[in-house]
């Protein structure tokens, strides 16, 4: 079955630049969608299809995707962007699957 | 306003069944796949099943883990789509999400969530 990886965590100061990567065999080769959500609420999608921003997701969010990991960068970090974020895919033998999240943390 | 709102999450004993409702609002309910997904306590996110449009035939894809007990149905004449899960096992415990589905299989729009307890 196909996995996805994330690191568990990852620390940014403020305005600061902070990349989330997730981990897969040929992730290239699929569609990868991001969500953020923070504590006691609903995910918010915040990328789909590896780098289009929904409408009203700031343009400090972009991603790519490219061989065995797509990544997440979060330019201009802000206290508010402290969340965990879950990167997902749509995989024929593994159905719809998410990476096991990132606990973003802002200094 | 684009909404989803859950409902009909609670405590239910193992083996017994439960049905969550999700009530869309402000949006063309019928035009779009929905989705649940559930989240244990403390854990990350996992997919539980969902139900295409009626223009694609409105059929359904589920987990393995819920494939058997759990079901999916709509009403579009009520904008309302269902989660029909029997024979809950302790581990089904979870808050458990409806979305839509949009941008092929990414989704925007999620509900509040529904907390469903399994415990004797």
């Known amino acids: 079955s196909y996995v996805l990886t994330q690191p568990p965590s990852v620390s940014v100061a403020p305005g600061q630049t902070a990349r989330i990567t997730c981990g897969g065999n040929n992730i290239g080769s699929k569609s990868v969608h991001w969500y953020q959500q923070k504590p006691g609420q609903a995910p918010v999608l915040v990328v789909y299809?590896?780098?289009d921003r929904p409408s009203g997701i700031p343009e400090r969010f972009s991603g790519s995707n490219s061989g065995n990991t797509a990544t997440l960068t979060i330019s201009r970090v802000e206290a508010g962007d402290e969340a965990d974020y879950y990167c997902?895919?749509?995989?024929?033998?593994?159905?719809?699957?998410f990476g096991g999240g990132t606990k973003l943390t802002v200094l | 306003e684009v909404q989803l709102v859950e409902s009909g999450g609670g405590l239910v004993k193992p083996g017994r069944s439960l049905r969550l409702s999700c009530t869309a609002s402000g949006f063309t309910f019928g035009d779009y796949a929905m989705s649940w997904f559930r989240q244990a306590p403390g854990k990350g996110l996992e997919w539980v099943g969902f139900i295409r449009s009626k223009a694609y035939g409105g059929t359904t894809e589920y987990a393995a883990s819920v494939k058997g007990r759990f079901t999916i149905s709509r009403d579009d004449s009520k904008s309302i789509a269902y989660l029909q899960m029997n024979s809950l096992k302790t581990e089904d415990t979870a808050v458990y999400y409806c979305?839509?589905?949009?941008?092929?299989?990414?989704?925007?729009?999620w509900g509040q969530g529904t907390m469903v307890t399994v415990s004797s």
């Open positions: 299809d590896d780098s």
């Open positions: 997902q895919v749509w995989d024929s033998s593994s159905d719809l699957l």
């Open positions: 979305t839509r589905e949009a941008y092929g299989d990414a989704f925007d729009i």
